[in-house]
């Protein structure tokens, strides 16, 4: 590739040195209209956790670098986003399996979850950073409780994350100041990497008047929304029973699609009502699918290409690991362009490079960071991965893209690199533990699982 004269090899020189070279890597780049290519044998240079520049890896190589990564046989791909998850769920992976949404919320998961610590929950996220870290993901959003741990543990990890505290209106009035208090208090925290955002947890748990204020203080406070709605069809049909409104239609009357709001899963969406609802929008609206979800539960799947044409940027995410079973975003980006050929009935139709451009510049879109994430590009947070293209199951290369998308795995990131640090270098972890974290989480255990007790955070009637 050719580097801007702003950035040719003389002035780059001349700016040194700087903290983070790669070199000898192909570089993901995107263009207008939602292009991908990808630059061949290229250098990426960073400094104060910035992209400087993507130049040549000839160019690169004469730089004056505190640090440098030999990316030979990897592409350096933005990091990876996911858009929606409950990170402390992990201490319940594989806890309730092979059941109905019902019977997996009110008889395992919200019983299970009336008595979480802030142990448990410290330690879950902790595997949970790990795993992300590993599978090439820069950046989560989360949605849970106990959520200054959680805040506690990201900036200890590296990570960034888009964060809020969850509520339901059965806790009163005292559950959405909590989160209003958790947005303001943590909103740019751990040197910018935490953003903050209200987190109602869905229509059908938080009432009418709890969204309309919710909407009130977003707007007052510039904070992101972030809530479930319409996750399978059979809500939005028992929203229409009781309400005579669609959940989207329910979250539009409380003015929340007048500012920045990411709707999870909106896999039952009803697409002669709610369709009309996402193209009257006036805020920044988006959704987070999480396919692997859907297929376990024998939902519907998010519908991509009719959100397209609304406008509506899709970003890519797990869901928690208790319904998922992985915060694997590299099978989420697979599983969406396999997904969605199947239920379009179009093989044209969802392909690599659009799925490359979910899981990137749309996903950071998602989740409000669009302008500072989501590229390798001049000006772009320094948030990267480099995947490892050299094993018999990626050779040989003849799309990069196709490559990348459908025979890759998360397990070829070799490294993870957030605001110019790097978080794991060939496949080794440096800002956590999983061997005693996992020691002590499996101690826990037997409490955290026993049902006796009759509790329950909520009811799910959806």
């Known amino acids: 590739m050719t580097p801007s004269p702003a950035h040719g090899p003389a002035a780059l020189v001349a700016q040194g040195p700087f903290d983070l070279v790669v070199t000898g890597c192909a570089v993901l780049v995107h263009g207008p209209d939602e292009e991908v290519s990808f630059a061949e044998d290229a250098g990426v240079v960073v400094r104060d956790g910035v992209v400087v520049a993507v130049t040549t890896a000839a160019d690169a190589a004469a730089l004056d670098a505190a640090e440098r990564i030999d990316g030979r046989g990897t592409v350096a791909l933005p990091g990876l986003i996911n858009c929606h998850t409950h990170a402390p769920m992990v201490a319940l992976r594989g806890v309730a ?8 919320f009110n008889d395992w998961i919200w019983p299970i979850e009336s008595q979480l610590t802030d ?7 902790r595997l949970a950073c790990a795993e992300m870290i590993r599978g090439g993901v820069t950046t989560f959003a989360d949605h849970y409780f106990a959520m200054d741990t959680v805040a506690a543990v990201t900036e200890e990890s590296g990570l960034r994350a888009v964060l809020g505290q969850a509520y339901f209106s059965s806790q009163g009035p005292e559950g959405r100041a909590a989160s209003l208090d958790f947005a303001l208090r943590w909103r740019g925290a751990a040197g910018g990497r935490i953003t903050t955002c209200l987190a109602p947890h869905a229509p059908y748990t938080v009432d009418p008047d709890d969204l309309a204020a919710t ?13 479930h709605a319409a996750e399978d069809r059979a809500q939005t049909d028992n929203s229409l029973a009781r309400h005579g409104r669609t959940p989207l239609e329910i979250l539009e009357r409380a003015g929340l699609l007048d500012g920045d709001l990411l709707i999870a899963h909106a896999t039952g969406l009803d697409p002669a009502r709610d369709l009309p609802v996402l193209r009257r929008a006036t805020g920044r609206v988006a959704v987070a699918s999480a396919p692997r979800g859907y297929l376990k539960f024998g939902w519907d799947t998010t519908p991509v290409r009719a959100l397209r044409g609304a406008g ?4 890519l995410a797990t869901d928690g690991a208790a319904s998922n079973n992985t915060l694997d975003v590299w099978e989420s980006m697979t599983l969406t362009a396999l997904v969605q050929k199947y239920v379009e009935r179009d093989p044209s139709w969802l392909t690599a490079r659009q799925a490359l451009h979910h899981a990137t510049s749309q996903s950071a879109r998602a989740v409000g960071l669009g302008e500072r994430i989501g590229s390798i590009a001049a000006g772009r947070r320094a948030d990267l991965v480099l995947v490892d293209l050299t094993g018999p199951h990626t050779q040989p290369v003849h799309d ?5 998308v459908h025979s890759a795995r998360s397990s070829d990131v070799r490294t993870t690199i957030v605001e110019g640090r790097v978080l794991m270098r060939d496949r080794r972890l440096l800002t956590l533990d999983v061997p005693s974290v996992v020691r002590e989480l499996t101690e826990l255990l037997p409490a955290l699982v026993d049902r006796s007790h009759g509790r329950r955070i909520q009811e799910y009637e959806a």
Do not use: F, K, N, S
């Open 312 to 315: 509506i940027p899709v970003g």
């Open 400 to 404: 990069l893209a196709a490559t990348l």
């Open 215 to 227: 909407a009130e203080l977003a707007g007052e406070h510039g904070l992101l929304v972030h809530t």
């Open 119 to 125: 142990r448990v929950v410290e330690l879950g996220t």
């Open 97 to 104: 399996e092979d059941l109905p949404a019902d019977e997996w």
